[in-house]
């Protein structure tokens, strides 16, 4: 298994495959299949036993690996989520002579909420996350955290199948990923369309030589050469792996570096034309976020402007300046909202319903930050068809 065999001196010579190691001719095995085949500091990524903090943690955040898996905190001085953007902590309040709130600040860490009860602070994990505070963290951040027939897609563990596979095709997951094929009696592309096969009249046997690729024997997105009366199989350009089994480069966000998203099937940088005039992007966890230069405010998916001067400080406390706030959130003494159609975590950023195609339904496209269909709903059953 996952091994070749060459002539050498009238004999055959077996040798393990590119990136697998072991005896040849008992069968070769990748790097890792379980993060337990590598050290406690490494995860295995794509059978690689590889540091899986890259990309995993937000702006302004750090990260440490404890048993294979990534965990974030926002650095010093800093607050927020710190699997998407951590902000500057807001100053200490001074004291006032109102009573102690047990929950000022909050004692809970990160991800967490806080109820006063009896005068004492009570941390729970939000909603979403799981573990116990100060350690509240998502569900997943990398696809081992969950079950094999399930992917981590926004930090949650859901089945990648969805809304991945074309009309007439069937869809199995293997380790995390989609793989689409057409349903029986059925031929094309799984990913966007299967068509029923149409079967020509059989013709009346002639005596010519036959031909070793009629049908093809190499499987979807693979060419077939004749080569001798034998067929030679290769996957056609742009897909990769070994005939019968060619696939795209990707078909969801998590078979890419995290700091890259899957666009047609392409693993490929999100950030151009994501941001507004005067933002910065950066991609982590395979989405583009978006935050005005220094010196510029305002909406960074849409235009950042420079900030006006500051008015004098007012004599009196106002638990909004500063801003305790994310990007694209107002402020409402002291407790923070995001701004019409932006939805998230108003105290580490809001974000519009969709940036990429890929944020929105198979049927929908993201169409001025909204998922919306492209094209009249008559137009689409007929491109089903």
């Known amino acids: 298994m996952n091994a070749i065999c060459k002539e050498y001196n009238g004999a055959g010579s077996c040798s393990c495959l590119p990136e697998y190691n072991g005896n040849p001719y008992e069968g070769c095995r990748p790097e890792c299949v379980i993060n337990s085949d590598c050290t406690p500091q490494k995860a295995c990524v794509k059978n690689k036993c590889q540091n899986p903090c890259a990309g995993t943690c937000g702006q302004n955040a750090e990260c440490y690996v404890t048993n294979?898996?990534?965990?974030?905190?926002?650095?010093?001085?800093?607050?927020?989520?710190?699997?998407?953007?951590?902000?500057?902590?807001?100053?200490?309040?001074?004291?006032?002579?109102?009573?102690?709130?047990?929950?000022?600040?909050?004692?809970?860490?990160?991800?967490?909420q806080c109820k006063e009860i009896n005068n004492q602070a009570v941390c729970s994990c939000l909603q979403s996350y799981v573990g116990n505070p100060p350690n509240c963290r998502p569900e997943c951040v990398v696809n081992s955290e969950c079950g094999k027939p399930k992917a981590c897609r926004n930090l949650k563990c859901v089945d990648p199948c969805i809304n991945a596979c074309g009309s007439n095709s069937k869809c199995k997951?293997?380790?995390h990923s989609p793989i689409c094929s057409c349903k029986e009696g059925f031929t094309g592309d799984p990913f966007s369309s299967c068509y029923a096969i149409q079967y020509l009249p059989s013709l009346p046997i002639q005596n010519e030589p036959i031909n070793p690729c009629v049908p093809s024997p190499c499987g979807l997105y693979s060419y077939c050469k004749d080569s001798n009366g034998y067929p030679s199989c290769s996957c056609q350009e742009n897909y990769i792996g070994s005939p019968p089994n060619c696939r795209p480069e990707?078909?969801?966000?998590?078979?890419?570096?995290?700091?890259?998203?899957?666009?047609?099937?392409?693993?490929?940088?999100?950030?151009?034309?994501?941001?507004?005039?005067?933002?910065?992007?950066?991609?982590?966890?395979?989405?583009?976020?978006?935050?005005?230069?220094?010196?510029?405010?305002?909406?960074?998916?849409t235009s950042c402007y420079i900030k006006p001067t500051s008015p004098p400080k007012p004599?009196?406390?106002?638990?909004?300046?500063?801003?305790?706030?994310?990007?694209?959130?107002?402020?409402?003494?002291?407790?923070?909202?995001?701004?019409?159609?932006?939805?998230?975590?108003?105290?580490?950023?809001?974000?519009p319903e969709c940036i990429l195609n890929t944020d929105c339904p198979i049927i929908k496209a993201c169409i001025n930050n909204k998922c919306k269909r492209s094209m009249p709903r008559n137009m689409w059953n007929k491109c089903n068809l």
Do not use: W
């Not at 078909?251 to 570096?257: D, F």
């Not at 300046?321 to 975590?345: I, T």
């Open 250 to 301: 990707c078909t969801i966000n998590e078979e890419c570096p995290k700091d890259k998203a899957c666009m047609k099937q392409k693993c490929q940088d999100p950030c151009p034309g994501s941001c507004g005039v005067n933002a910065l992007c950066n991609v982590y966890n395979h989405n583009p976020i978006c935050s005005c230069i220094e010196g510029y405010t305002g909406d960074p998916f």
């Open 68 to 112: 294979h898996l990534p965990s974030c905190t926002c650095i010093p001085g800093f607050t927020g989520d710190p699997y998407k953007y951590c902000i500057p902590a807001p100053p200490p309040q001074q004291p006032l002579a109102d009573p102690i709130n047990p929950c000022v600040p909050s004692p809970c860490g990160p991800n967490s």
């Open 315 to 351: 004599q009196y406390d106002d638990p909004c300046n500063p801003s305790p706030c994310g990007s694209n959130a107002v402020c409402n003494n002291g407790v923070c909202s995001c701004l019409s159609e932006y939805q998230g975590d108003p105290y580490s950023g809001c974000r």
């Open 173 to 175: 997951v293997i380790n």
